[in-house]
């Protein structure tokens, strides 16, 4: 049964810099394309961030070049490190991962972690 728990969410003014982490368990994670995605009050859940197997990486316009997806295969985990925050960054970001098969993440999630980007 895969397993997701996220960390590192919290309230940062605009302008910080947050790292959210998420730490998959009972899979073998390097097998999991994993991604990133938000949800705003009202609004639709949307991908923030992908990466696949290897290297490769996506990412939602609005987060080019503020934000940074990355892996550890080693430690199971993905990291999100976001920087020049918004206020319209605020959101409850979740971790997701595809299947072993598939080349898209959303098919796990965990929990939720709460960003609030407010001075």
């Known amino acids: 049964q895969v397993q997701l728990v996220e960390s590192g969410g919290g309230l940062v003014q605009p302008g910080g810099s947050l790292k959210l982490s998420c730490t998959l368990s009972g899979s073998k994670f390097s097998r999991h394309v994993m991604g990133w995605y938000r949800q705003a009050p009202g609004k639709q859940r949307e991908l923030v961030a992908m990466?696949?197997?290897?290297?490769?990486?996506t990412y939602a316009e609005s987060v080019k070049g503020r934000f940074t997806i990355s892996r550890d295969n080693a430690k199971n985990q993905v990291y999100l490190q976001m920087r020049s925050l918004r206020l319209e960054d605020t959101a409850v970001y979740y971790c997701?991962?595809?299947?072993?098969?598939?080349?898209?993440?959303?098919?796990?999630w965990g929990q939720g972690t709460q960003v609030t980007v407010s001075s």
């Open positions: 997701s991962a595809g299947t072993v098969e598939n080349n898209q993440a959303g098919t796990y």
């Open positions: 990466i696949f197997r290897g290297t490769s990486t």
